[in-house]
Structure formats: C-alpha cells, structure tokens
C-alpha cells in the first residue's frame, strides 16, 4: 500500500450505533488531519495531530472521539451521531505541519439514518 | 484572518478547449503557501502544487500552468487542451506559515468537460 489508505469507504450507520473509521500513511510523516466535507460546505478540518499529540480540536461535538496511537494511524471513534454528520470524512498527513504539504485519503462515505 | 474565495462555482467546457480556474485570497501575513488539489468523484483530495508567496514565478507541468499574482492576490489555474479526465472539483487553498495548522480552502469549483 502506498499513500494515505482510510477505511471503510463507505459506512451507513443508526444513531445509537458505535463504529469507527481508520487512516493510514504509508509516507513516514509526522502529523495527520481529520476532515469533514458535507455536500455545499467547504472542507471542515476536525483535528490535527503531530507526533502523536494533539494539536488542534476544532469545536468538534464529543460523539467524535480521534485516537492517534503512532504517527502512522488514526482512527476515529464514532458514536450517537446525528443524521447531519452524514458526509465524506476525509484522512490527511503531512511531513511537518503547519505548511507542509497535505496529502489526502480516499475518505469514508459516512450516511447516518 | 485567512480567506480563499473561488468565486466560479461550475464550469463546464468542451474537450479541448483550454479553462482558467480563478482564486483569490485574503491574508494579512507575509509569508504563506498556496496550493491547488483536484477532486474526482472517487472523493480523493489529490495534491497538484504548492507555491510560496516569495515565489512569483509562473509554473506548467504538462497541460496545467499556474499562475500567482500577488499584487492581485491570485492563483489562478489554466488547463489547456481540457479531457474529459480532467472533470473534477478544484480546490484552491491557503495556509500562513508557523503558527495555526489550519489549511483553508475555497469552496470549490466543478469542473465538467464534454466530449
């Protein structure tokens, strides 16, 4: 595998349902991104993590939970979600952020009923 | 703060004509980066340059050419000779040195080519 890979690539789920999304990058960077992309809205950056450390939470609601366990993954938690989280979830990395260049993953197709 | 406006939001073109994507920024810093990625249906991001605000210098890389002003505060994209492979969502983006992480993107603009 190369790149950045994110599964799955789609996932439907109730709102009283638990599932989580992974990422990996195959680039040995050292930060990674989690974004939201819904239809009509520009993309939303959700964190950022740098060696492991979180870096940046912005305002994201708490039934999203990231979890960074080595530079390489990322996942993120999910649970209660509302049906206006449905949308495309997209994984990121960077060699050194802040300025580095952002690579993206194919992302997950999230539908919430 | 940081803002990135691509004001067209469909263009659809014929193949082989050549198409100019506009982007116009707003930030306050001195130094910062620019890029442009390309999003086909399959909804990945896909990185197609990244340029500093020292470096004015217009670039092509096969039929894309890309084209800084800082005086007008753009970086426009031109892609000559259009295929149908090249419909996509282009996304124009921002982001200052040091400090916030946040790399900030327009909104977008779809482009379609026809056959």
Known sequence: ETGVTQTPRHLVMGMTNKKSLKCEQHLGHNAMYWYKQSAKKPLELMFVYNFKEQTENNSVPSRFSPECPNSSHLFLHLHTLQPEDSALYLCASSQDPPSDTQYFGPGTRLTVL | ?115
Not at chain 2, 66 to 79: E, L, M, P, R, Y
Request: include cysteine.
């Open chain 2, 1 to 115: 703060a940081q803002k990135v406006t691509q004001a067209q939001t469909e263009i659809s073109v014929v193949e082989k004509e050549d198409v100019t994507l506009d982007c116009v920024y707003e930030t306050r810093d001195t130094t910062y980066y620019l890029f442009w990625y390309k999003q086909p249906p399959s909804g990945e991001l896909v990185f197609l340059i990244r340029r500093n605000s020292f470096d004015e210098q217009n670039e092509i890389s096969g039929r894309y050419s890309w084209n800084f002003q800082k005086s007008t505060s753009s970086f426009n994209f031109t892609i000559t000779a259009s295929q149908v492979v090249d419909s996509a969502v282009y996304f124009c983006a921002l982001i200052r040195q040091g400090g916030s992480e946040k790399l900030v993107f327009g909104k977008g603009t779809k482009l379609t080519v026809n056959p």
